[in-house]
């Protein structure tokens, strides 16, 4: 058997790294709430929808970071109890309500957009302008320091999607209140909002998609179980690959496991050393387990199933290509 956690290329910890991250996801909290407050206040007195859009998703970023950042506390404490893999979920947890939060959102400011498309109110557009340029600076300050954490990490990413849709956001306020401003047409308002709604709806679909492969330990996006089954069926020795799973724990910690059976007299230690080496060196799996036993006689000459496992789950790998018909499993 593989021993778990082998891997010294792909250690579970963010160790000093996730510390940077704290600190870049601070900073960007401290930017947004000072800036939010002030923006709530210019949206009233302006009348614009777009900027208390724009609050709005502000408190939502500022909300997400703060996820993001006790996510990223719990997700770093050690196994134990029935915890065998720590909490390190939580984080996927966070990304998941970043990304349902984005999408509640952009469905608010789609009805309150429509109907201010159909009743424009009074916008004063001076103060859009003021507000989204500054804004925009705000955005550029927090989205790049957000930019420098580990984005690989849904709990990172989810908090960078929000700020990097408010970014989108003030430029769409920004162009919005200029038109006003300049044309008077104060729909141009609730076409910004209904602008932002859009992008929001993007970014947290791409989220909850994300997150939820996780959840249901779908294999890491973009990786192909049947390739990687067929590869280690082709490994020298190597009979039968059946059992094969690969999951993700969390963000960029890939996990797989998998039951190998090999010619009678092979060396299972090499040909596991073998197995682990590929999906390594291939795939950047380096958390593997693996069980490989010898195959039965029967199994070489008849393409019998394996008495270890009389349900195997998924499909079966032969080297030769075969696939043995179910009507020949015990």
């Not at 919005?176 to 008077?184: E, F, N, P, R, S």
């Not at 859009?198 to 049947?226: H, I, Q, T, Y």
């Not at 996990?255 to 059976?261: N, V």
């Not at 593997?288 to 790998?317: K, M, N, W």
Request: a neutral charge; charged letters at 15%.
């Amino acid at each position: 058997m593989a021993e778990p956690g082998r891997d010294k290329g792909h250690g579970h910890g963010h160790g000093v790294s996730a510390e940077a991250d704290r600190r870049y996801l601070t900073g960007a909290l401290a930017l947004i709430l000072g800036f939010m407050a002030v923006e709530v206040v210019v949206g009233i007195v302006a009348g614009s929808l777009a900027l208390i859009s724009d609050a709005g998703h502000m408190l939502t970023d500022a909300i997400a970071i703060v996820f993001a950042l006790i996510a990223m506390r719990i997700a770093q404490r050690p196994p134990q109890g029935g915890f065998t893999y720590g909490l390190k979920r939580a984080e996927i947890i966070s990304a998941q309500i970043n990304g349902i939060t984005l999408l509640l959102l952009s469905a608010y400011f789609v009805y309150q957009g429509i109907g201010r498309l159909v009743t424009p109110p009074a916008v004063q557009g001076a103060y859009v302008v003021a507000t989204g340029l500054t804004g925009i600076v705000v955005n550029v300050a927090a989205t790049w320091m957000l930019s420098r954490a580990n984005r690989t990490s849904l709990n990172v990413e989810g908090a960078f999607q929000h700020i990097l849709s408010d970014l989108y956001a003030f430029v769409a306020t920004t162009i919005a209140g200029l038109v006003i401003w300049l044309t008077g047409w104060s729909r141009a308002d609730a076409i910004a909002a209904l602008v932002v709604a859009a992008l929001m709806l993007k970014a947290g679909w791409g989220l909850v998609r994300d997150s939820g492969r996780v959840f249901m330990e779908a294999a890491p996006a973009g990786m192909n179980p049947a390739e990687i089954g067929r590869k280690a069926a082709a490994l020298e020795h190597v009979v039968e690959v059946h059992d094969l799973h690969i999951w993700e724990v969390t963000s960029g910690y890939a996990a797989l496991s998998a039951h190998i059976l090999v010619t009678p007299g092979a060396d299972c230690h090499a040909i596991r050393v073998a197995a682990e080496r590929m999906v390594h060196d291939q795939y950047g799996i380096g958390h593997t387990t693996l069980q490989v036993d010898h195959a039965r006689s029967d199994l070489l000459t008849f393409g019998y199933a394996d008495p270890h496992c009389a349900d195997p789950h998924g499909p079966t790998h032969r080297s030769d290509g075969s696939v043995p018909p179910p009507s020949k499993r015990p």
